[in-house]
């Protein structure tokens, strides 16, 4: 089993509609949770970081950690085409260790 | 935020070439990594370093090497290229407490 497992997608949507995007992982050492974004051509950009289990929100999106079954999410409301963009979860277990990232999953938000 | 500079963003090479890939940040970040990403295989750890001089090997370092001989430069190099190095290669500084990283915009490698 992989250590992080990411749907592979692609996803396809409208604009407007609630895009909800799923890691699960095997190691219960994971701490960190991180939500990057990374549009055509460009390198990786933070989008969300939670510690530990529990929500936090950012105008549209919504971050979620489900420790006791190893599980995160990513929630987009009234997405937009500017969301379009691959989404990759990381995640690590703390000071200075490695990120483990998932594989990605290509999002596309059609007007 | 932390600003990463790769300083080549396209680079055509040809088989058995010697290649360097040079990345600098700019915040002074003990930590910095080499990565690769290509369709369908996300983000792969190549080499990493936690201090000047200091390397050490990540999840795919057959046929890569590195350098650090500053804090803010770490460098990737491919000592003979061939074309199974064709990729998207990516440089990040961070770590830290979280280890949460910052990355350059990439240096897209086609090897001939």
């Known amino acids: 089993q992989k250590e992080v497992e990411q749907d592979p997608g692609p996803l396809s949507v409208p604009e407007g509609a609630i895009v909800s995007l799923n890691c699960t992982y095997s190691?219960?050492?994971?701490?960190?949770f991180m939500w990057y974004r990374q549009y055509s051509r460009k390198g990786p950009e933070l989008l969300m970081y939670?510690?530990?289990?529990g929500n936090k929100e950012d105008g549209r999106f919504t971050a979620q950690v489900d420790k006791s079954s190893k599980y995160i999410s990513l929630f987009i409301r009234d997405s937009q085409p500017s969301d379009s963009a691959t989404y990759l979860c990381?995640?690590?277990?703390?000071?200075?260790?490695?990120?483990?990232f998932g594989k990605g999953i290509t999002l596309s938000v059609r007007p | 935020d932390v600003k990463v500079t790769q300083s080549s963003r396209y680079l055509v090479k040809r088989t058995g070439e010697k290649v360097f890939l040079e990345c600098v940040q700019d915040?002074?970040?003990?930590?910095m990594f080499w990565y690769r990403q290509d369709p369908g295989l996300g983000l792969r750890l190549i080499y990493f370093?936690?201090?000047?001089?200091?390397?050490e090997k990540g999840d795919i370092p057959e046929g890569y090497s590195v350098s650090r001989e500053k804090k803010e430069r770490f460098s990737l190099i491919l000592e003979s290229a061939s074309t199974n190095q064709t990729s998207m290669y990516l440089c990040?500084?961070?770590?830290?407490?979280?280890?949460?990283?910052?990355f350059g915009e990439g240096s897209r490698l086609t090897v001939l």
């Open positions: 990040a500084a961070g770590g830290g407490y979280t280890g949460e990283l910052f």
């Open positions: 939670t510690y530990s289990s």
């Open positions: 190691n219960s050492a994971f701490q960190y």
């Open positions: 990381a995640m690590s277990v703390g000071a200075n260790s490695k990120l483990t």
């Open positions: 370093s936690y201090d000047v001089k200091m390397k």
């Open positions: 915040m002074d970040h003990e930590n």
